[in-house]
């Protein structure tokens, strides 16, 4: 993809961080390893934002090589206080096929780039 406006650069700048410091470990090897040990392949998952509340704890919206998309609270200090959900069926306006979609909206970026990853694959 050549994006033509700043503001879907800007987009897609932001997805290929956030997934290069989650893949490479950077962000958090802890949240890097509790990805991988929900069965997700660090090299194939695309992350949309990761937000980090406090120490060890982070929500974000991750996309899986199926491109499904997951939203996430991961509290790497107590493997109860996790929670991991398939939010595809809700997406609306963040899937990049509903007509309203918005490649500003970082959750329908990363979907887009799950995308364009699996067809350079």
């Not at 949240?31 to 990761?50: C, D, E, M, P, Q």
Request: charged fraction near 20%; hydrophobic fraction near 35%; charge should be negative.
């Amino acid at each position: 993809m050549e994006p033509n406006k700043a503001s879907t650069r800007n987009a897609w700048d932001t997805v290929a961080s956030t997934t290069t410091q989650l893949r490479d470990g950077s962000l958090d090897p802890a949240l890097t390893a509790w990805v991988k040990t929900r069965g997700f392949n660090i090299n194939s998952t695309v992350f949309s934002s990761v937000c980090r509340f406090d120490d060890g704890i982070y929500t974000g919206t991750l996309v899986d090589h199926h491109g499904h998309a997951w939203e996430f609270l991961a509290d790497l200090n107590d493997p109860e206080g996790c929670d991991l959900e398939d939010v595809t069926a809700s997406l609306g306006p963040k899937s990049p096929d509903h007509p309203n979609a918005d490649l500003c909206d970082l959750v329908t970026m990363a979907l887009y780039y799950q995308r364009e990853q699996q067809v350079a694959a």
